[in-house]
């Protein structure tokens, strides 16, 4: 009787350790099929990663209003015809098209200022094979067609900005326990930066150092061999304050 209730309680004990097992076997293999996909990981958490700003080729353009019976420029287009055309030595990536209007009712016009556009441009050093003439048609007959200069430039840019995948407030996201950087903060600031920079390149790598100033150097060598003194003086360095106060 003893045995065979021994036999029973190992046959009970077998039977519940091949279910343990079964049950492992089928817990593994669907955790084989399923992925967990990452909700979070895909933002970085470094706005300038989220928000890279990005060297690209852009456009600067000059419009020139001419009336119907007006044929030059005046003072004012002068001046802005000059500063685009010291601007174009300095920041182009190619030559300067001019966009005349055709079609319209100041077209004589805008030919006959152009002419002196083209002049003001060879003035300043600019090639004529530089610049190139094209004629549009606008898009708006009723509007006044402008004369538009236009060249190629490189340029910073980033965004757009304003965009919310992930609500801020509590939700079901699991980036919401994470304590994670919401996705548009610090966009605005790249974009400023962007707009703000001179020189695009200098986001990228350093400028080349420039000559130094070989007449100071010199001057500075000859002071200090001299056993002079080697700082800049100042004759009177209160000059210019505003108030005595605290004299």
């Known amino acids: 009787m003893y045995g065979s209730v021994m036999t029973i309680a190992r046959r009970r004990s077998f039977a519940a350790a091949l279910r343990a097992l079964t049950l492992a076997a089928v817990a593994a293999g669907l955790a084989g099929c399923y992925v967990a ?17 990005a060297i690209k080729e852009g456009d600067r353009t000059v419009e020139v209003f001419v ?82 200069l236009n060249y190629s430039k490189m340029v910073a840019e ?40 001179e020189n695009p390149a200098d986001l990228v790598q350093p400028r080349g150092e420039a000559g130094t100033y070989n007449q100071r150097r010199t001057y500075m060598i000859e002071q200090y061999r001299r056993g002079a003194g080697t700082s800049t003086n100042y004759p009177n360095p209160n000059r210019g304050m505003l108030s005595d106060v605290g004299r």
């Open 158 to 197: 980033t965004g757009p900005c304003g965009l919310w995948p992930h609500d801020l407030g509590p939700s079901a996201d699991p980036s919401y326990n994470e304590n994670r950087p919401y996705w548009n903060l610090g966009c605005a600031n790249q974009r400023n930066l962007a707009a703000m920079v």
């Open 37 to 53: 996909r990452d909700t979070t990981g895909n933002v970085p958490t470094d706005y300038r990663k989220r928000h890279p700003i």
């Open 67 to 148: 009336g119907v019976n007006r044929g030059s420029l005046n003072a004012a287009q002068r001046a802005d015809v000059t500063a685009f055309a010291m601007a174009w030595k300095k920041e182009s990536t190619g030559g300067i098209v001019i966009d005349l209007p055709s079609g319209t009712d100041n077209e004589l016009a805008a030919s006959q200022a152009v002419r002196e556009v083209r002049a003001l441009l060879n003035a300043t050093g600019i090639p004529p094979y530089a610049v190139n003439v094209r004629p549009y048609q606008p898009k708006f007959p009723g509007k006044l067609a402008t004369v538009r």
